[in-house]
């Protein structure tokens, strides 16, 4: 089999030979291979080999995905986490996505159609699928779950909207509608239902923009709680001040939002693998199938995200790949994103300032930066906002160009919050 250099320009530029679908193995990357067809499209791919049950050894081919959408960084994570797995843990994932994929059963409640998209739809393909299955328990299901996918009319849905605009808000009831909409658009293309009974059903009640940021006072209070939780190490706290101590991992991944302005989803599913703190310029690498905009980014590390970063990993499980796992030791699983927002919503009454959230403290830092007189596309790229404005070259091929930028933006703001919350500066 032929192999190409691990080089982002010549796979870009491979073809097959003569003229035909050429697989080529991946230079260092054990099983990675991409395959080339005769048009030129790329796909890629983890070649290994099990047992089969009369000894004999069967050659797999596990799908990674287009190599224009799947950068070889990304590729490569996922080629080391499937041989990991076929070799450490005796597994098989090609056989388990297979079996994932194949319907099982008839598909009669709604139920059913649910587990259905989510298996063969939002598990492989959506950043958000946790979070929606868990709209999905608290809403859908509730209401819809055990019912006929041919009972269920477009006045049901519309009744749906109208509870949740009273009871949870113009904001959720949107959000369920989409995500009802989501599902019966899927089951429509697949051919398993005739029509979507919700298609076009208007949205009510306005969604306000959401402007929240912490002041000056609230960024204090917001530390300031974090720090008596940490030394409290669960003993008694004085009247006044907050009732609840925060787990480790909680605390650390709160913090690590206000520091770097993140999202709450990227940073609490952050792998120990993306991390390079060793370095003299400590980064977190964000792969693209994790971020919002589907872009891979660097966040570079100031000392302060580092020292949050390194309390985490002293915390966690050793044994899990993730920074914050979930707090079930049979699962090698992030905490949820939702964790944060329950925790942050609580943070707040209790310290007496008006709910916020975890997107509430990035948006603080977003303001921040531009009060500090960071330009607007350096604030950007620190945010990892969709960049509609720059072209290819920066978009795919300029990965490092503004790390120097982006750092430089991020050491200000950590001199600022120590200046806001109290802290010394560092020693030169």
Not at 21 to 31: D, L, P, S
Not at 165 to 194: C, H, K, Q, Y
Request: glycine residues 6%; aromatic residues 6%.
């Amino acid at each position: 089999m032929p192999v190409l250099a691990r080089n982002h320009r010549q796979i870009s530029a491979s073809r097959g030979v003569s003229g035909q679908r050429t697989t080529y193995m991946i230079e260092g990357v054990k099983g990675l291979v991409i395959l080339v067809g005769k048009t030129g499209k790329r796909v890629w791919y983890v070649r290994y080999q099990v047992v089969a049950a009369d000894g004999s050894r069967v050659f797999r081919r596990y799908r990674i995905g287009d190599a224009d959408t799947i950068s070889l960084i990304d590729a490569t994570e996922v080629a080391r986490k499937v041989i990991g797995q076929v070799e450490l843990e005796k597994r098989d994932p090609f056989a388990e996505v297979k079996g994932k994929s194949r319907p099982t059963g008839k598909i009669v409640t709604f139920d059913d159609l649910f587990q259905a998209w989510y298996r063969r739809h939002a598990e492989p393909h959506l950043v958000k699928a946790p979070a929606e299955r868990l709209k999905y328990n608290n809403h859908l299901k509730p209401s819809f779950g055990s019912r006929a996918i041919k009972d269920i009319k477009r006045v049901d849905v519309g009744e749906l909207r109208d509870r949740l605009v009273t009871s949870s808000g113009p904001v959720s009831s949107n959000n369920i509608v989409t995500l009802f909409n989501r599902i019966m658009n899927w089951a429509v293309d697949e051919g398993l239902i005739e029509f979507n009974p919700a298609h076009r059903l208007r949205k009510v009640g306005d969604e306000r923009p959401r402007e929240r940021v912490l002041s000056e006072s609230e960024i204090l209070a917001f530390w300031q709680a974090l720090d008596r939780m940490e030394h409290s190490d669960g003993a008694h706290i004085k009247r006044g001040e907050t009732g609840r101590v925060l787990s480790p991992a909680t605390r650390c991944a709160l913090r690590l939002i206000l520091l770097t302005g993140q999202r709450r989803q990227e940073v609490s599913a952050i792998a120990k693998s993306e991390l390079d703190l060793d370095s003299k310029a400590p980064v977190w690498t964000l792969p693209s199938r994790r971020a919002k905009n589907r872009l891979l980014h660097r966040i570079p590390l100031t000392p302060m995200a580092v020292a949050e970063i390194r309390k985490a990993l002293a915390a966690a499980n050793p044994k899990s790949s993730y920074l914050f796992p979930t707090p079930d030791a049979d699962k090698d699983a992030p905490i949820l994103p939702f964790a944060l927002t329950t925790a942050m919503g609580r943070l707040s009454v209790e310290i007496g300032i008006p709910r916020a959230g975890p997107h509430d403290l990035r948006r603080t830092v977003g303001t921040e930066l531009a009060r500090l007189g960071l330009p607007t596309h350096v604030r950007a790229l620190v945010l990892n906002h969709s960049p509609e404005s720059r072209g290819v070259t920066d978009v795919v091929y300029n990965r490092y160009a503004y790390d120097n930028e982006k750092r430089d933006a991020l050491e200000k703001w950590e001199a600022r919050l120590r200046q806001l919350v109290g802290l010394a500066s560092p020693s030169p």
